[in-house]
């Protein structure tokens, strides 16, 4: 996991003053890696905030605690850049979700890898499985999470078979 930007860093015009902002806010400047997807975290930062249902559509999750519960609370073994990793997630997945493995076979074949990574594809297929298996059973990280400013939920979900 890597520490989300203060919702002000979001905001800033480029990397320099957002690095500037969320030290302010957080003690910490912000990795290229964050700053990289923070467009992305601000569109759903705005939808959450401006229609309210869609909060109980819409969660946060991490795909290492997805593999884990959907691994019986059993870490993975490998690393999942790595050959075996890979492989291990894509079991693990197949064997909850049948559909796995032809799924991550389409994807591979249809992008190059300059444009999707092989586990970015495993990380958004756990999470779409999580969703549609638990049917809204999920579980919250930490159990009873704290609301930020705006009401929002601060909180990761998976699901446990």
Same mark, same amino acid.
Request: one cysteine or more.
């Given at each position: ?36 997807? =923070?467009? %992305?975290?601000? /569109?759903? +930062? @705005?939808? &959450? ?5 869609a ?14 519960a ?23 997945l ?17 992008? =190059?890898? %300059?444009?999707? /990574?092989? +586990? @970015?594809? &495993? ?39």
């Amino acid at each position: 996991m890597f520490p989300v930007p203060c919702r002000a860093a979001l905001y800033a015009e480029g990397y320099r003053g957002a690095c500037d902002i969320n030290e302010r806010h957080t003690g910490r400047r912000l990795s290229r890696q964050t700053w990289n997807i =923070a467009g %992305k975290i601000r /569109e759903v +930062d @705005d939808l &959450l905030r401006s229609r309210p249902p869609a909060r109980g559509v819409v969660r946060e999750i991490h795909p290492e605690v997805l593999f884990w519960a959907l691994n019986g609370g059993k870490s993975m073994k490998s690393n999942k850049r790595t050959d075996d990793g890979f492989k291990e997630r894509v079991q693990l997945l197949e064997l909850r979700y049948p559909e796995s493995q032809a799924i991550v076979a389409s994807v591979l074949n249809e992008f =190059a890898r %300059k444009d999707v /990574e092989r +586990d @970015d594809i &495993l990380d958004a297929l756990a999470a779409a499985a999580t969703g549609k298996l638990s049917r809204g059973s999920l579980r919250s990280l930490p159990e009873h999470p704290d609301r930020d400013s705006t009401g929002l939920p601060m909180q990761i979900v998976y699901w446990r078979p």
